[in-house]
Structure formats: C-alpha cells, structure tokens
C-alpha cells in the first residue's frame, strides 16, 4: 500500500505567496518519506484539496495523511479541512485517510518571532505590538497569551502587546496608534507564516505612521526559516503514524 501526503495551504491572490508556500513545503517534503507527496489549497489557488487527493489516488495511494500548513487551530483546521477528508472518504471509501496537527505553539517558532523583532534594531524601552491573524476560535487568545509569554522569556521584555487584524480586539489599527502617540518606540512583531495581503496592509499601515515621524519598526513575517520547514516535517510525520480520520 502506497503512503500519500497532501500538505494543505491556505492558498492567496498573491503570487509572491504561493511561491514562498510551496518553497517551505518543498523543503518540508524532502525530510518525510513517503511514497507520494502533493500540495494544494483550501482557497482561491489551484488544485483544491479534492483534486490533491485526487492526484494521490491515481498515483495509487491506498492511506492518505494529511497535513494542515497552519500556524494555529481555526476554522480551517476544525471545520473545512474535515469536510473534505469526509467527502474524500465518500468517494474513495477504501482510502485510510490520516489527520496531522497545525504547528501549534512552541519555543521554536516563537525563537524565530524573537529573532525578527531584534533584526530591527530595537531600542530600550520599545513596545513589541504582537500581531495575529484573529479567529472566533476560543483557543487563539490562549495561544497568542502562550507566544507573548514566550517572547517575554526569550527576550526579556514586559512591554508586549497583542493586537490582532480581525475578529478578535483589539484591532492592530487602534493599538498600533495608541501606542505610537505615546511617544516610545514599537516593533510590529506579525505572527504570519508568509507574505500576502495581510502582510502588505501591515507594511503600508507602518510605512504611514513612519513617514509621520513615529518610530515603528515592522519585523519580518516568520517566512521561509528553515525551522519552519522542519516545524512542518514534524507535524508531517506525526500525521503518517496517526490513527485513522473518522
């Protein structure tokens, strides 16, 4: 019986996007044996997840493991992720389908937040403005209290603030100018796998405040840092060895 695995991106109008995200999946590729690996996208871009899982049955896949490429749990991972493997599971009632976990939160990932904040050049006394996607998910303020307190603990700083981009409050907009008129220093810290619009309104928002004469400094997005590759290899594994998706 063949081993597939089909890595599920989020998917983006932007190109610059999806070629970051099949870069670090790429790269993710190469640590996991299987016999068949594919990616494709809950949205927008192309293949969908059931042309993926398409693929990896004509390629003769007879278990199928897949892998969320998200940071956190969300709706994507509890609700449209599980409605295709279950439409999946209709269509090839054969197929042993597996479920792997989104990265979730850890010392690793938040090590790489920690080290784009201090590639800006922090001054003493800045406000590091953490900055998430938001969700109606309960457990995203849980996890962005987890990643605060870890950057707190990696890099010594009390002065930390969340701020997210929907759904949840407060937004990044009104933190970012609170903070600024305050007169000290901000790092915009956004806990984002990969460039896209969410990235682009950040760069513009922070590029206005700058010009106005605040000092905002923007730290990467967490990109294409080989510890993300192998952050992804890891769930990628887990998902081979897990118990069948019901």
């Known amino acids: 019986m063949k081993q597939g695995v089909l890595y599920v991106s989020h998917g983006s109008r932007v190109p610059e996007t999806a070629r970051e995200a099949t870069a670090a999946i790429r790269q993710a590729m190469a640590q996991v044996d299987a016999d068949l690996q594919e990616i494709c996208y809950l949205e927008i ?13 004509r390629g003769g896949a007879g278990r199928i493991a897949v892998v969320p490429v998200l940071l956190l749990s969300a709706g994507h991972y509890y609700e449209d992720i599980p409605r295709a493997i279950r439409e999946a599971k209709r269509r090839y009632p054969h197929i042993v ?7 979730g939160v850890g010392d690793r990932i938040t090590g790489i937040l920690a080290e784009n904040i201090l590639e800006t050049g922090m001054p003493p006394g800045a406000w590091i403005l953490l900055v ?51 007169g000290r220093p901000v790092v915009v810290a956004p806990y984002l796998w990969f460039t896209g619009v969410l990235v682009r309104s950040l ?12 000092d905002i400094r923007l730290a990467r997005y ?25």
């Open 203 to 214: 760069e513009k928002k922070v590029g206005m405040l700058q010009r106005e004469g605040y």
């Open 97 to 103: 389908f597996t479920y792997g976990r989104p990265l």
């Open 132 to 182: 998430g996607r938001g969700s109606r998910n309960p457990e995203t303020l849980c996890d962005f209290a987890k990643i605060a307190d870890g950057l707190r603990v990696q890099l010594g700083a009390e002065q930390i603030k969340t701020a997210y981009l929907a759904v949840l409050e407060p937004r990044f907009d009104e933190a970012l100018k609170e903070l600024a008129v305050a």
């Open 45 to 57: 871009a192309e293949p969908d997840i059931a042309a993926g899982i398409d693929a990896l049955v």
């Open 222 to 246: 967490l990109g294409c840092h080989p510890d993300m590759a192998d952050a992804l290899a890891g769930r990628a594994k887990e998902a081979l060895g897990a118990e069948a998706f019901i």
